[in-house]
């Protein structure tokens, strides 16, 4: 069973998520780049063209930010993931037969279909796009009807060992590009010092210093938007704990413990997205 399995609640919440943090870095990147471009130019004397093109550039950096102040696409990305993920978790309590839809009961399937509803009730009322797919695909409902051994079987392999292995490349991709970025920020810090020196030598005739300042600013709050050294952390401990609820549902051969363990396992990696958005909504 795969994402293209799940109700259409969920590929609506993940295409307005993708589209709001696509609209969110793209603006903030406009807008870091064109305030370090403008202090790049400010620092060189020269006719009237240069500070027009300097006013310029600070004009592009008050529009992108009126932008983001405006249509706030950040909450978009959280609000938009936020209903994506219930909307999953959802699917897979109902398909491998969890609290709260175990098999035995009668009415799960109603009381699935309730918390859907309650779900689109309580979601964003915008940037929800249309789907023509069913709250229970055929998929869900084959794998409902398998006996334990079989649902455990599906439940490993396309739910959590799939959500360990995202968990663990995304840890391992975070915790590169937090290396690269501090690398990178520490490099400039250091040619800020020689070119600060070369300055009040009078060997340097610009202000480099302050040029590069302004780079090692914009590379330091781009840092602090895309939340390297949090998100590994974040999803670490997420596969840790992931890993030991995999290993529970592994030796699980009980029709009455598996719908409570599975309800486990979708409590960890909700907590791992709980994680995710307070730090976003912090930043």
């Not at 909307?87 to 897979?92: E, G, H, I, V």
């Not at 302050?210 to 939340?227: D, K, P, S, Y």
Request: with cysteine; aromatic share 10%; hydrophobic share 45%.
């Amino acid at each position: 069973m795969t994402d293209d399995d799940l109700p259409g609640l969920h590929d609506a919440g993940d295409r307005a998520s993708l589209e709001g943090q696509r609209y969110f870095v793209v603006a903030s990147g406009i807008k870091l780049g064109l305030a370090a471009v403008s202090a790049v130019i400010s620092a060189f004397s020269g006719p009237r063209g240069l500070a027009l093109a300097v006013a310029g550039l600070f004009l592009g950096v008050l529009c992108a930010e009126a932008w983001l102040w405006a249509r706030k696409p950040e909450r978009r990305w959280y609000d938009g993931r936020a209903f994506a993920e219930s909307a999953k978790t959802m699917a897979w309590r109902f398909a491998v037969g969890a609290a709260p839809y175990p098999k035995a009961d009668a009415s799960a399937e109603d009381r699935y279909l309730a918390d859907l509803h309650r779900l689109l009730d309580d979601g964003p009322k915008t940037d929800i796009y249309p789907s023509d797919k069913p709250p229970i695909s055929t998929a869900m409902a084959q794998v409902r009807g398998l006996d334990l051994q079989d649902r455990r079987r599906v439940y490993l392999r396309d739910r959590i060992d799939v959500q360990l292995n995202w968990y663990r490349t995304r840890a391992l991709i975070s915790r590169k590009r937090s290396n690269q970025w501090r690398t990178a920020l520490i490099a400039a810090e250091g040619l800020g010092v020689f070119f600060a020196f070369g300055r009040a030598s009078d060997l340097i005739p610009i202000d480099a210093g302050g040029i590069i300042a302004a780079f090692v600013g914009a590379g330091a709050a781009w840092l602090g938007i895309r939340q390297h050294e949090n998100l590994q952390r974040a999803y670490t401990y997420a596969s840790q704990e992931l890993s030991i609820a995999r290993n529970a549902l592994e030796r699980c051969t009980s029709d009455t413990e598996w719908p409570q363990l599975v309800a486990d396992s979708e409590e960890a990696i909700s907590r791992e997205h709980t994680m995710w958005r307070a730090s976003r909504s912090s930043s």
